[in-house]
């Protein structure tokens, strides 16, 4: 079975700094991989995915992940945050049928 | 609207009453997906269906029941309300099932069991 871990429920950075959202997986074969963005009292929305045409992946909004097998990883990145990212991201792994999510880490930007 | 909307978008129930979650989607997609999203464990999947009359449990299904007796709607029911099921429940769709197939979500529904 396959799951997926989301190192940190909280990340806060300042406008303009670096972004950097943790994921790991746990998968027996290689996986299909996806970043979600929840708005506030919003639903989820497909950042980007892996699947496996490459191993970085670029996304909306200039977010970008990369796949890295030895590492089991997918963390997401951007280089320059801006206020309007602030929001929630989900991490989500499917292998077979299902979809599984990770906890969610929240992003807080400051001015 | 083209899209996936969910309704009501918040709800307040009293323990025991029974409480139906509305989803509707307009693109035709064969599966719709309801989950719910509880601090700490992102989105658990409730029960799923392939297509009209076709559905399937989930990871969390007790105390849910769903039917889809048309393409495009999707309610979700709570037969007995528990405090337990005091959540935001979302409504999602996709062509396929798993593999690399995006799932699009609804906005969600905020439901408390008092």
């Known amino acids: 079975a396959q799951s997926v871990t989301q190192l940190g429920s909280h990340v806060s950075v300042s406008e303009g700094a670096l972004v950097l959202l943790r994921c790991n997986y746990s998968?027996?074969?290689?996986?299909?991989l996806f970043w979600y963005v929840q708005y506030p009292n919003q639903g989820l929305q497909l950042l980007l995915k892996?699947?496996?045409?490459?191993?970085l992946v670029k996304g909306i909004n200039g977010f970008e992940a990369e796949f890295k097998k030895s590492e089991t990883s997918f963390h997401l990145t951007k280089p320059s945050a801006h206020m309007s990212d602030a929001a929630e991201y989900f991490c989500?792994?499917?292998?077979?049928?299902?979809?599984?999510f990770g906890a969610g880490t929240r992003l807080t930007v400051k001015p | 609207d083209a899209g996936i909307t969910q309704s009501p978008r918040y709800k307040i129930t009293e323990t025991g009453r029974q409480v139906t979650l509305m989803c509707h989607q307009t693109?035709?997609?064969?599966?719709m997906f309801w989950y719910r999203q509880d601090l700490g464990h992102g989105l658990r999947l409730i029960y799923y269906?392939?297509?009209?009359?076709?559905?399937d449990k989930g990871e969390v299904p007790d105390g849910y029941v769903v039917s889809r007796s048309k393409t495009e709607n999707f309610p979700l029911t709570l037969e007995s309300a528990t405090r337990s099921q005091t959540s935001v429940y979302f409504c999602?769709?996709?062509?396929?099932?798993?593999?690399?197939?995006?799932?699009?979500f609804g906005p969600g529904t905020r439901l408390t069991v008092l």
């Open positions: 999602a769709s996709s062509v396929e099932r798993g593999a690399a197939d995006t799932q699009y």
């Open positions: 998968s027996s074969v290689p996986p299909y």
């Open positions: 892996y699947t496996s045409a490459a191993t």
């Open positions: 989500a792994v499917t292998e077979g049928d299902d979809m599984r």
């Open positions: 693109w035709s997609h064969s599966y």
């Open positions: 269906s392939a297509a009209a009359d076709i559905t």
